[in-house]
């Protein structure tokens, strides 16, 4: 027994002292860039989604639907023109200056969403998650959305049910979003 016990001591001080001249290769930083990526994945896909009730936690803005680039004709304008919004009303909401190309919103599951909120949902056909604003709630209890910047609902923002809904953002991180806008362009992928 206590021979065992020996023999294993040795074993594992001699596997560390293994791994201790591996690591100051490059096989240690790969075995270490692997650990990280399974603690993100790890992190984000259960921790995050846990806590924040909704499989898409963080999400990254790669097109300019949201920024506010000429708002007093596609946000403010449209708003007050179509749906009778004043002004005040509308700078009332949850992040009035949209969201920028390369911001990282952080989302959050709710079982309520109100005008103004900015939403990710899914579309039927379209790869990525959509992120949009509420513009009105329907009287069937669906949701219409519209992207701050664009001239235009389109045809799949004027019904969106709450099942497609994984949550509204309640945190923007800026630019940092920009690495997965980056990674898109390289692959010309378009999520």
């Known amino acids: 027994m206590v021979e065992r016990k020996k023999k294993r001591k040795n074993l594992i001080e001699k596997s560390w002292?293994?791994?201790?001249?591996?690591?100051?290769?490059?096989?240690?930083?790969?075995?270490?860039?692997?650990?990280?990526?399974?603690?993100?994945?790890?992190?984000?896909?259960?921790?995050?989604?846990?806590?924040?009730h909704t499989p898409t936690p963080i999400v990254?803005?790669?097109?300019?639907?949201?920024?506010?680039?000429?708002?007093?004709?596609t946000y403010y304008g449209w708003l007050e023109k179509n749906l009778g919004y004043n002004r005040s009303y509308i700078e009332s909401w949850p992040f009035p200056n949209g969201l920028n190309v390369g911001d990282m919103p952080i989302v959050m599951g709710s079982d309520e969403y109100k005008v103004g909120d900015i939403i990710v949902y899914q579309v039927d056909g379209i790869p990525a998650p959509i992120i949009h604003r509420v513009i009105k709630i329907n009287p069937d209890g669906t949701f219409q959305t519209k992207g701050d910047n664009?001239?235009?609902?389109?045809?799949?923002?004027?019904?969106?049910?709450?099942?497609?809904?994984?949550?509204?953002?309640i945190f923007i991180i800026p630019k940092i979003g920009y690495v997965k806008v980056l990674i898109n362009k390289i692959f010309g992928l378009r999520w």
């Open 17 to 52: 002292e293994d791994w201790k001249k591996i690591e100051k290769t490059w096989i240690g930083d790969f075995v270490y860039a692997i650990l990280g990526l399974i603690l993100a994945y790890i992190t984000y896909h259960f921790i995050l989604a846990y806590i924040l």
């Open 150 to 169: 664009n001239l235009t609902q389109l045809p799949y923002e004027k019904h969106v049910p709450k099942e497609k809904i994984y949550g509204k953002v």
């Open 60 to 73: 990254a803005v790669v097109s300019s639907s949201m920024e506010h680039i000429n708002p007093e004709v």
